[in-house]
């Protein structure tokens, strides 16, 4: 059975770093593009970054762009998400999803991050 | 990026048919053939129901129908049921990119 699961969030200042873990079981992420997705309390879905299979292309969303680095590790079947300068506007349920049929294939039940004082 | 844009909220009783709208520009929706959409519940993780415009992966109902024109796709639910009752939101490719709607509310009545 697929499996996506999240870890590393928390509270966190703002100006503080936080970095996000995605375990894959059940199939090997070598083959797929990886995304983090986003979505703020009550509110709707952002997309935040992409990864290639290979890991050598990144893209990131303009509003974390400069902040967030995100990275893989595909012998140990896992990615990353590196978040600096964490603002207020970042606090959100942070989603690893796997990218298939060009879609959103596959989500993780997230991790919760919130940037507070 | 730009959100896409989404009907706040639609309704529809049990057996009728609605369609969500999601209107992007032609640096979205309208340049490209890789609108997705995607129902989740209240807790729940997004699930995908419709993929390139119009292709529905397997398990979703064929009551899930997607199409576009223009810079507008659109989403048409035929036979409403209790269960659909959730948060949809489109999604588009956008150059080296993904942009969202702001999602649509369906009740169903």
């Known amino acids: 059975e697929e499996q996506l699961l999240e870890s590393g969030g928390g509270l966190v200042q703002p100006g503080g770093s936080l970095r996000l873990s995605c375990a894959a079981s059940?199939?090997?992420?070598?083959?797929?593009?990886m995304n983090w997705v986003r979505q703020a309390p009550g509110r709707g879905l952002e997309w935040v970054s992409l990864?290639?299979?290979?890991?050598?292309?990144?893209y990131y969303a303009d509003s974390v762009k400069g902040r967030f680095t995100v990275s893989r590790d595909n012998a140990r079947n896992t990615v990353f998400l590196q978040m600096n300068s964490l603002r207020a506007e970042d606090t959100a349920m942070y989603h690893c999803?796997?990218?298939?049929?060009?879609?959103?294939?596959?989500w993780g039940r997230g991790t919760l991050v919130t940037v507070s004082s | 990026q730009s959100v896409l844009t989404q009907p706040r909220s639609v309704s529809g009783s049990p057996g009728q048919s609605v369609t969500i709208s999601c209107t992007g520009t032609?640096?979205?929706?309208?340049?490209?053939?890789?609108v997705s959409w995607y129902q989740q519940h209240p807790g729940k993780v997004p699930k995908v129901m419709i993929y390139?415009?119009?292709k529905r992966p397997s398990g979703v109902p064929d009551r899930f129908s997607g199409s576009k024109s223009g810079n507008t796709a659109s989403l048409t639910i035929s036979g409403l049921q209790a269960e659909d009752e959730a948060d949809y939101y489109c999604?588009?490719?956008?150059?080296?990119?993904?942009?969202f709607g702001g999602g649509t509310r369906l009740t169903v009545l």
């Open positions: 999803v796997k990218q298939m049929n060009n879609c959103f294939d596959f």
């Open positions: 059940g199939f090997s992420i070598s083959n797929f593009v």
């Open positions: 990864i290639s299979a290979n890991g050598g292309t990144t």
């Open positions: 032609r640096n979205d929706v309208g340049g490209y053939k890789y």
């Open positions: 390139d415009v119009s």
């Open positions: 999604c588009s490719g956008a150059g080296n990119s993904w942009v």
